[in-house]
Antibody, heavy 121, light 106 residues
Framework: EVQLVESGGGLVQPGGSLRVSCVAS????????MSWVRQPPGKGLEWVAS????????DYADSVKGRFSVSRDNSREVFFLQMNNLRVDDTALYYC??????????????WGQGTLVTVSS | SYELTQPPSVSVSPGQTARITCSGD??????PSWYHQKPGQSPVVVIY???NRPSGIPERFSGSKSGNTATLTISGTQTFDEGDYYC?????????FGGGTKLTVL
């Protein structure tokens, strides 16, 4: 069974940094691209970033480009999102999601439960 | 930036057919997917690559596309099907979600 478990969320001041993690199990982690998707309270889904299985190819939403970075440790089967220079409008539930294949344009076939990031002074 | 447009809400009576649309520029050249999210839960894919249904998703869920509009159809809608539905497509290195449609069954 595929499992994705996020952690690392919390309260951070504007301009601060936070790293959230996603521990994966139940599939061959290195063979699949991964994404982060966020959902502000009471609002819709917003894609944040994606990373290929090898870690060589990554894409970012314009809203986070230059501030956020994604990485992965395939030996430990963990997916990361480093968030710097956080803004109030980054407040959201951050989901880790697995793509159905190594293809960057494939759909998301498994999601974690999310970790809440709150940016506030 | 690329955008996908969905109606904010759709209402249907139990047992009837619900249709949720998603439109976007050149969507006909893309392969949209659909996700269902119930309150307090994570999204679940119900249709992928236009019209494919993952294992475990009931046959009453189907997807289609005509021109630049994709449609999620739920036949024999049940109260269990309530929630938010999002279409999603990939465009030039970015994943785009529609704004979501709240399905109410009453």
């Amino acid at each position: 069974e595929v499992q994705l478990v996020e952690s690392g969320g919390g309260l951070v001041q504007p301009g601060g940094s936070l790293r959230v993690s996603c521990v994966a199990s139940g599939f061959t982690f290195a063979s699949y691209a991964m994404s982060w998707v966020r959902q502000p309270p009471g609002k819709g889904l917003e894609w944040v970033a994606s990373l290929s299985g090898s870690g060589a190819s990554r894409d970012y939403a314009d809203s986070v480009k230059g501030r956020f970075s994604v990485s992965r440790d395939n030996s430990r089967e963990v997916f990361f999102l480093q968030m710097n220079n956080l803004r109030v409008d980054d407040t959201a539930l951050y989901y880790c999601a697995k793509k159905a294949s190594s293809a960057p344009d494939d759909y998301l076939d498994a999601w974690g439960q999310g970790t809440l990031v709150t940016v506030s002074s | 930036s690329y955008e996908l447009t969905q109606p904010p809400s759709v209402s249907v009576s139990p047992g009837q057919t619900a249709r949720i649309t998603c439109s976007g520029d050149k969507l006909g050249d893309k392969y949209p997917s659909w996700y269902h999210q119930k309150p307090g839960q994570s999204p679940v894919v119900v249709i992928y690559r236009d019209s494919n249904r993952p294992s475990g998703i009931p046959e009453r869920f189907s997807g289609s596309k005509s021109g630049n509009t994709a449609t999620l159809t739920i036949s024999g809608t049940q109260t269990f099907d309530e929630g938010d539905y999002y279409c999603q497509a990939w465009d030039s290195g970015t994943e785009v979600f529609g704004g979501g449609t709240k399905l109410t069954v009453l």
